[in-house]
């Protein structure tokens, strides 16, 4: 279970710091177990918990929305989840004198970027609780999430 909320990465699991390692079950204890698991995640997920719901496989039915400031290059998607900002996503590399979590996003940045042609780049899919915490994440300055990511529609 821990390695498939790790994988699919809507929750900090850093701060756990145990690293379980695969049992030696015989095949009808690891089926009975992994009935258990799907019965878990169907709970989880009812209740309103993502932790095992990836978004990978559906961020082509929602509408993609994009946001440029301060020499960001983000796209993202909002659902029921919060709002996800995609792989590749180029992220802000400073952040503005008034930002008030600098040092939770470095950390981060540390954990979930690496530098792509001298860029800030996002390595996997992550959901933010809200479209403005995303933009701030990505924009390194505190922004109204509902008015700076746009769509490709709207007027620029």
Known sequence: MFHH???INNYNTEENEQNPKQLKLQRHSIDTLHDFFNDIKFITEFTGFTIFKSNSNTNNAYEIFYTKGRK?????FYNENGFTVLKGS???ATVVQSFGWEDKRNHFIEEYTETVQ???TLKTDYTFKSP???ADFCIGSSNNGWLVWKNYNSPH
């Open 72 to 76: 960001s290059d983000a796209q993202g």
């Open 5 to 7: 909320a790790r994988e």
């Open 90 to 92: 180029i992220i802000a």
């Open 132 to 134: 403005s915490t995303a």
């Open 118 to 120: 001298g860029s800030i």
